[in-house]
């Protein structure tokens, strides 16, 4: 590493600390006062962080302008139980060979509907592509050549990439193009998720000014209700990560992660208007409905109330 | 009160205003000291130390803080908003003296520099080369600032809702530092400001200033 780049860091370290109660300010000082070049390094530092402080609040990428949809960027990921991505290839094979539910693509005019209730279903599809059905979801499939796909809920799609069809997915107010391969869409409410595992997607809507194209490791987080789209990075591990029974959300709105509770853990909550926006960070195992809830009000440091029709989530007193 | 008392503190009592007065006066050698480091340059040392005991003269009583971290701390803040009307200026100047070329001959588009408009086109390619910046950040660091700056999580709730220590938090801070500090500073956007050009920046009006 080279002097400028120890410098940097030194005085990347003294930033950070400056916030400690207990910071050494004599310490600092004495660093400052050992080389003139600490004083420009800490400076562009701490100017880097003011940037970055006014940003707060601005973080939406692209700005939907109007009404309705928005996607939103989530992080779901794919930590499997056992074995990643080839053992999913294979399981997606084997569903195909054994036809859990195999489409006809060409004889058909009916759209196949399929809903799922407490449990996920997988659905296959005659190319070899599949998708995993959430539970409380619905997917329709029009039967024609172009397939096209309406999704309601969350699944997990493993679709098989050819240029010579245009797939097409409505999923809330957003359509998703031009897919290849493995990705994850939670439409609920007017909230769109679409999250990227491998390959790359468009996703388009009235309300974007234009396409936005998604490639792995990329989320998008729609919300159709304040017109806002935002793209994030998102965890591997984390894309798809319901069909482990966790849910690992960043920086998400408390609205969509009880969406998600609703859905994956079955259980009801709602939210006093004045948490709806509050972010959540963090990893809840869905397994046990309850055990989630009260992980999530500990970890937000919230009241959880039980009330007749499920439960509800109250700023502490 | 006042006196020589402590570094761990807590315990200086009195009304507001002269809370932090006494403290600051039994620190003042230190903190003027600490100024010079943070500046490199001693006059501008004593201005602002000025500047900081007016401001601590202001400061409501607070039981609970330790005053003289209160006072080193808000020192330090000093310096920094320094930096930033200073960056400020030069990147309003640098703007107006781009606008004004590109659009010389469309004058009737050409917008009156003196409008906060152009400060507000500023300010948005600067938020849109700062999410950039966090956007390529390693996903660890990326996570703790984001957390940290963006949501207003003191680093222990990141701490813990990261699910790691305290110190590891720290680290992916520095780290995230580390790295808008270069990104910002490639695309331009935190320029060292030397300490000639300050003092003529200091002086009078930016506008005059040299650099860009």
Request: net charge negative.
């Amino acid at each position: 590493m080279s002097d400028d780049d120890r410098i940097i860091e030194q005085a990347a370290a003294w930033h950070v600390a400056s916030e400690r109660d207990d910071m050494d300010w004599d310490g600092f000082t004495q660093w400052l006062e050992a080389d003139p070049r600490h004083r420009t390094a800490y400076d562009e530092v701490a100017l880097a962080g003011a940037l970055v402080d006014e940003c707060r609040g601005s973080q939406v990428v692209v700005d939907t302008a109007e009404a309705e949809p928005r996607v939103v960027a989530l992080r779901r990921s794919a930590g499997r139980v056992a074995g990643g991505w080839q053992t999913w290839a294979g399981l997606a094979i084997a569903a195909s060979l054994v036809a859990v539910m195999v489409v006809p693509q060409f004889l058909k005019s009916d759209p196949a509907i399929y809903q799922t209730g407490s449990a996920t279903r997988q659905v296959a599809l005659a190319d070899g592509s599949s998708v995993l059905l959430a539970p409380h979801s619905r997917l329709t499939i029009e039967d024609d050549r172009q397939m096209r796909m309406a999704l309601t809920g969350g699944a997990w799609f493993d679709i098989r990439h050819d240029p010579s069809r245009s797939l097409e997915i409505a999923a809330g107010d957003v359509r998703i193009t031009d897919i290849g391969t493995k990705f994850d869409v939670q439409a609920d409410k007017g909230q769109v998720r679409v999250e990227v595992g491998e390959g790359a997607v468009q996703v388009a809507s009235q309300a974007l000014a234009q396409p936005i194209r998604l490639t792995r490791g990329r989320g998008l987080l729609f919300d159709g209700s304040r017109g806002t789209a935002l793209v994030s990075p998102v965890q591997d591990t984390d894309i798809g990560e319901w069909r482990s029974g966790r849910l690992t959300f960043d920086s998400a709105p408390l609205t969509l992660v009880a969406a998600d509770l609703a859905r994956y853990a079955g259980v009801n909550v709602t939210l006093p208007d004045a948490l709806r926006d509050r972010r959540f960070s963090g990893s809840l195992v869905v397994g046990d409905g309850e055990a989630a809830l009260r992980d999530l009000s500990q970890l937000m440091d919230l009241e959880l109330v039980r009330g007749p029709d499920g439960y509800r989530l109250e700023q502490r007193r | 009160m006042g006196s020589d008392n402590t570094e761990t503190s807590g315990n200086e009592t009195s009304g507001s205003g002269d809370w932090l007065t006494g403290i600051f006066e039994s620190h003042r050698g230190e903190l003027l000291r600490f100024l010079t480091a943070r500046c490199g340059d001693r006059e501008e040392a004593e201005d602002l130390l000025q500047e900081l005991w007016i401001k601590a003269s202001g400061q409501p009583a607070d039981p609970i803080a330790n005053g003289r971290a209160y006072l080193f701390r808000m020192a330090n803040n000093l310096v920094l908003d320094q930096r930033r009307a200073r960056q400020r200026a030069m990147a309003r100047d640098h703007n107006w003296l781009e606008a004004e070329g590109q659009m010389a001959d469309v004058p009737e588009k050409r917008p009156d520099p003196a409008l906060p408009a152009d400060e507000t086109i500023v300010k948005q390619q600067e938020a849109e080369l700062v999410r950039q910046a966090i956007a390529a950040l390693p996903p660890g660091a990326q996570k703790a600032l984001r957390l940290h700056r963006l949501e207003g999580l003191g680093q222990a709730e990141v701490a813990q809702v990261m699910g790691i220590s305290r110190s590891g938090v720290e680290k992916h801070l520095a780290v995230a530092m580390k790295h808008l500090r270069n990104a910002l500073a490639d695309c331009g956007l935190i320029a060292p400001v030397a300490s000639k050009e300050k003092k003529a920046i200091r002086g009078g009006e930016p506008r005059k200033d040299t650099g860009t």
